[in-house]
């Protein structure tokens, strides 16, 4: 079959525009060095290029729940920390006022000062963080204590829920203690002891008038409590510990999945440099070769 000079102009002008396609493609992947710059570039590359973004996604997501609870599990630490040294105070008066030379003044002293140190127990025990009771369980918005007459000053307002931060894919980690468990409340401590504020009104009232014996059996509810309240410390550090190495486990896996993403859509910088050269030369022999057409197209129209 014969080819006309207008159908060999028309392949050509295909070629070409074939040519200049590719060096746009190949100019583009060499700058903004993705291999990937549609589905159909790379399906299978693309279907994996979206689930990596979705597990850096979710990656990202665990970390900032990290980021947002630290601070809360880093309040509730030093507030029980504080409790511990309120508790370990209350229980160097009871030693001291339980000797026999501890009378008169003293004992007014001392009294004097397990009301200062249940007013901070109190304020401990209502500690917020970015406006949330931090001892209230999941009732965040309610005091935990309400004061009450009686053998006991206050009654426990919160309830028993925890909170959990998801911190991995499998793991989530409760972030607080609830305050009937801190407080004792609940009796956890062990039998015949008392909530914390409880030990301490009772201890003042004997300070004042009670005999050393009656002081001295104070002890016992005492070491109680502040044994529930180390085990609650050691709880949330334990806590925290594991939340750390979770965060690191987050940071690498972060990096592993830049990496793998990297690896399906970036370029080999130095093959698209190739490449790109190898199209420019493509693209200049087709305008090349294009022209002599025209020259040819110009010469038969001249002849005839």
């Not at 002599?292 to 129209?301: E, G, H, K, N």
Request: aromatic share 4%; charged share 20%.
């Amino acid at each position: 079959m014969r080819t006309t000079l207008t159908q060999q102009i028309q392949t050509q002008m295909f070629y070409l525009d074939v040519a200049s396609t590719r060096l746009v493609e190949a100019q583009t992947r060499a700058v903004s060095g993705k291999r990937i710059m549609k589905p159909s570039d790379d399906v299978p590359g693309t279907n994996r290029a979206l689930s990596l973004r979705t597990a850096m996604s979710n990656v990202d997501q665990f970390t900032n729940n990290i980021v947002v609870t630290k601070p809360l599990m880093g309040a509730t630490q030093n507030a029980i920390a504080d409790l511990v040294k309120a508790v370990r105070s209350v229980r160097d008066i009871a030693i001291s006022a339980a000797t026999p030379d501890f009378t008169g003044g003293a004992r007014d002293a001392a009294a004097n000062e397990l009301t200062d140190i249940l007013g901070q127990m109190e304020d401990i025990a209502n500690s917020r963080h970015m406006d949330q009771y931090l001892f209230s369980g999941t009732a965040t918005d309610t005091a935990p204590l309400v004061a009450q007459t009686g053998s006991s000053p206050y009654s426990y307002a919160g309830n028993s829920g925890t909170r959990r931060t998801q911190v991995l894919s499998w793991v989530s980690l409760p972030c607080n203690i609830p305050g009937d468990r801190l407080f004792n409340f609940d009796g956890g401590a062990g039998a015949g002891s008392t909530d914390v504020f409880t030990m301490v009104t009772q201890l003042r009232d004997l300070v004042r008038t009670g005999t050393q014996q009656q002081i001295s059996g104070q002890l016992d509810n005492i070491d109680k409590n502040l044994d529930n309240l180390l085990s609650c410390s050691a709880q949330m550090g334990s806590w925290s510990a594991r939340m750390d190495r979770a965060n690191n486990v987050l940071a690498d896996t972060q990096v592993r999945l830049k990496e793998m993403l990297s690896d399906t859509e970036d370029v080999d910088l130095a093959k698209a440099v190739v490449e790109l050269k190898s199209q420019e030369n493509v693209y200049q022999v087709a305008l090349s070769i294009s022209s002599r057409m025209l020259d040819l197209s110009l010469a038969s129209m001249q002849l005839t």
